[in-house]
Structures are given as C-alpha cells and as structure tokens.
C-alpha cells in the first residue's frame, strides 16, 4: 500500500460541483439522529440561526428559526424536496447579513469546499452574536479509520482540503469546545466513516457519489480503490483485520463538532 503521509495532494479547488454530480446527495447524506442531538443540545439557547454551506439541510433544528445560504442550485432543490425551506444563494466568504444578525451560524461538514476558509470562518464570526458551530472532519485523525489502507490517495485527497483544527479555533477566536463525536454503527448519514462496520457500501456508486472526494480522484482511480477492497471482502481478508468493526456500536475517528464563543 502506498505510504499516506509521504503522499501529497494540491487541490487549486476545493469545491465539488454538486450541481453536475450531486443530484442524489440527500437520498445518501440525511441526518443522523445520535449525531443531531450535539449539535441540538449546542444551539439549545439560540431563536435564531443561519445554516452556510447549508446543503439539503441536514442537522437544521426543526423547532427554531433558520435561514440557509447554500450556493448549488442541485442542492437548493433537494432542499425543496425534503419540506426544508428555500435558502438564500450565497457564499461563506460574502454573507448578505448585517454584523450579529442570529444568535448561532453553523456549518455542517462544508467548510473543506470553501476557497477562503479563513475569511469564511470570519463572515460567520461577524455575523452570529453568540456562537459558531462548525462539523467537520479532524484530518490529523483520517488515518484512524481502516480505509486509509484500502484507500490511501483518497485519505490523501481529504488531508489536502479539511483544515485543522487549530486553524478554525484560531480564525474564529474566542473560546471554542471541540468535541469528538462517536459515529453510530447504523449511521444513516452516509459520510465514509459512516460504513466502518459496513464496508460492502463502498462498492456502490450511489454511495461514493455522495462523498466529495471520489470527485477529486484522477481517472480510473475510483475504480482501482474500489476493486482493492472488494478483492478483500471476496477473500475474506477484510474480515480477517477487520470483522470486530462490524458489531461495534460505536466508531470514534475524525467527526468533530466545534463551537465556538466570543471570548470575554
């Protein structure tokens, strides 16, 4: 297997064109309830809230006031699909809101796809008047998860575009909690971590189509990565390494909720 660390991946565009290939993104990325329940118990003192990179509108609280910026028209739709209601064409880095204009902004798993993240991070600063809760994925963890071995330029291509931790605390600075969230075995948001005890889910188009990095792959690499595992699972050497994942309740990896308070 090739060495992930020594591996080096420059991605001049980070954002997935969901509009061309994320046309069935909410039928494979829906709100997981366990990992909802985080973000719920965070945004518990806020009445209003806005939701950038707000995508179909996974983990949007159903008893508050949202509004949602979101700049695919694909996922726009789906969010039309799924009852949510419409949100604002917008950008992270360009939010058309006044200074402190809700009491909480979150971003769900979108900052990796955004140019600017620092000045991202900043506009969402600016515009809450008490908190920011960003999810995301700690890539100094990745390497955790058993598909680093099955799929190491894949890992690679996530390190390229998730920042660290200490970059967003540090961009949002006050005082921000990070807490590791574990992921359920029967996880229905279909993040990759999502299938560690689920491996077969990998061979499905349907299911890679709604993880973002496939999409930065070079031609014919999915399909080798992909042959990799199913090689392994046919065999039985994944079950060999790996079968305990499949009974294990639950997976702490990368899945990380910050949130972030000004500072006194």
């Known amino acids: 297997m090739p060495d992930i660390g020594a591996m080096m991946i ?39 809230i806005l939701n950038v990179g707000a995508g179909a509108g996974s983990y949007e609280p159903v008893d508050k006031y949202v509004v ?3 700049p695919s028209v694909a996922m ?4 039309l699909a799924t009852g949510k209601t419409p949100a604002i064409i917008g950008k992270a880095d360009a939010l058309p809101f006044d200074d402190d204009s809700f009491d909480a902004v979150m971003a769900m798993v979108t900052v990796h796809h955004w140019p600017d993240i620092k000045k991202g991070l900043q506009e969402l600063k600016r515009v809450s008047s ?29 390190k390229a575009r998730y920042p660290t931790v200490d970059f967003i605390t540090e961009a949002l600075g006050g005082i921000s909690e990070v807490i590791e969230i574990p992921i359920p075995l029967d996880c229905v948001d279909g993040f990759q971590e999502a299938f ?9 188009k349907e299911v890679r189509q709604a993880q973002s990095a496939w999409g930065f792959l070079p031609a014919g690499m999915e399909d080798e990565l992909v042959k990799r595992l199913a090689d392994d699972l046919q065999s039985g050497e994944w079950d060999k390494q790996y079968a305990h994942y499949r009974q294990q309740p639950t997976f702490n990896c990368a899945l990380r909720l910050i949130v972030n308070k000004p500072g006194n």
């Open 10 to 48: 420059e991605i001049t565009n980070p954002a997935f064109n969901y509009d061309e290939f994320g046309q069935e993104y909410s039928g494979q990325r829906k709100t997981d309830p366990r990992i909802a329940a985080y973000v719920y118990e965070a945004l518990a003192s806020a009445k209003t």
């Open 130 to 158: 008490n908190q920011v809760l960003i999810m995301t994925f700690d890539p100094e963890a990745l390497d955790n998860f058993w598909n680093a071995g099955y799929f190491p330029e894949l890992i690679a291509v996530e």
């Open 68 to 70: 949602a910026v979101e």
């Open 196 to 204: 560690y005890g689920r491996p077969e889910a990998f061979l499905r």
């Open 76 to 79: 726009r739709l789906q969010r």
